[in-house]
C-alpha cells in the first residue's frame, strides 16, 4: 500500500469524529471503508491524493451536516507531502480499524470510544515519522491497556 501522509491526517479526522460521537450510524461504514483501503494490496506504485475522502465520498453517506463534513472537500497539497510505504504502519492501523469495525458493529460504544481515543494519535504518528514510536505508543494506549486488561500494542503489531 502506498498512501500520502495527508491521508493518514484524515484518518486521524476520522477516530477523532468517531471519538466525539460513537454511537453516529455512518461510523461503521466510515470504519469498514478505511480497513478496506488499510489491508488492500498494493497492486502498483502509485500513490492517489485524497485517497481517504474519496474512498469516504462513495461509502459513507448522509454526513453533510457532521464532524465529517470535510471528506467532500479535496485537499490541494501544495507542500510537505510525502509518500508512506511502511506495511507495518497499514498492518498496524488495519488491526486497529478491525477492532474497531467488531466494536461498531456489536455497538460497544465505550469500548469503541476508548479505541478510538487510543488510536487517534497513530495515523499522526506514522505521517510525521514519530522517531521513538513504541514510547509514544505505550504512553498513548496505556489508559485502554489499564481499562481492558490488554496489550494493544502487542496485539496490532502481530
Known amino acids: 500500500m502506498i498512501m500520502l501522509n495527508y491521508d493518514f491526517y484524515d484518518i486521524h479526522g476520522v477516530l477523532l469524529a468517531i471519538r466525539a460521537n460513537p454511537t453516529a450510524p455512518y461510523h461503521a461504514n466510515a470504519i469498514k471503508s478505511i480497513y478496506e483501503v488499510l489491508s488492500s494490496p498494493q497492486i502498483d506504485n502509485k500513490g492517489e491524493s485524497n485517497l481517504i475522502r474519496k474512498t469516504l465520498r462513495t ?4 454526513v453533510e451536516d457532521t464532524p465529517l463534513a470535510w471528506i467532500y472537500v479535496d485537499n490541494v497539497y501544495t507542500y510537505g507531502w510525502k509518500f508512506i510505504k511502511d506495511d507495518f504502519c497499514f498492518s498496524f492501523l488495519a488491526k486497529g480499524f478491525q477492532k474497531l469495525l467488531t466494536y461498531a458493529s456489536n455497538g460497544n ?3 469503541l470510544e476508548d479505541l478510538a481515543d487510543a488510536l487517534h494519535n497513530v495515523p499522526i504518528f506514522f505521517a510525521d515519522g514519530c522517531k521513538n514510536f513504541k514510547k509514544a505508543i505505550k504512553v498513548q494506549f496505556s489508559y485502554y491497556d489499564k ?12
Open 59 to 62: 461509502t459513507v453517506i448522509g
Open 109 to 111: 460504544y465505550k469500548q
Open 147 to 158: 481499562t481492558y486488561k490488554t496489550n494493544l500494542l502487542k496485539e496490532l503489531s502481530k
